[in-house]
């Protein structure tokens, strides 16, 4: 199994940044994508960003421009830097991992974190 925790998270006033982080025990190979999702209150989960080995990336339109994902193979972890947030990007952070291309459907990723909130004021 693959077991994941993010940290990173906390309040930000708009136009700042933060750099969220996901570390990951298990196997994680190749064809694995990790994504970042986020849930805001009262909506449901969307997809942000996953990255893959292979080049394999994408990022949400809403997101696009300002959050960059980048990994750190020997760490184990992969990152999302958020840069010029909004009050809009307030929302749990979630880290997940699907053993295929990359995806913004949550319902195809099978492991997740526990999540770490990210408040934009």
């Known amino acids: 199994d693959v077991q994941l925790v993010e940290s990173g998270g906390g309040s930000v006033q708009a136009g700042g940044s933060l750099r969220l982080s996901c570390t990951h025990s298990?196997?994680?190979?190749?064809?694995?994508?990790m994504g970042w999702f986020r849930q805001a209150p009262g909506k449901a989960r969307e997809g942000i960003a996953g990255?893959?080995?292979?080049?394999?990336?994408y990022y949400a339109g809403s997101v696009k421009g300002r959050f960059t994902m980048s990994r750190d193979s020997f760490k184990n972890t992969v990152y999302l830097q958020m840069d010029r947030l909004k009050p809009n990007d307030t929302a749990v952070y979630y880290c997940?991992?699907?053993?295929?291309?990359?995806?913004?459907?949550?319902?195809?990723?099978?492991?997740w974190g526990q999540g770490t909130q990210v408040t934009v004021s």
């Open positions: 990255i893959r080995r292979d080049g394999d990336e």
């Open positions: 997940a991992v699907r053993d295929a291309f990359c995806s913004p459907n949550k319902d195809a990723y099978t492991y």
């Open positions: 298990g196997y994680i190979s190749s064809r694995h994508c």
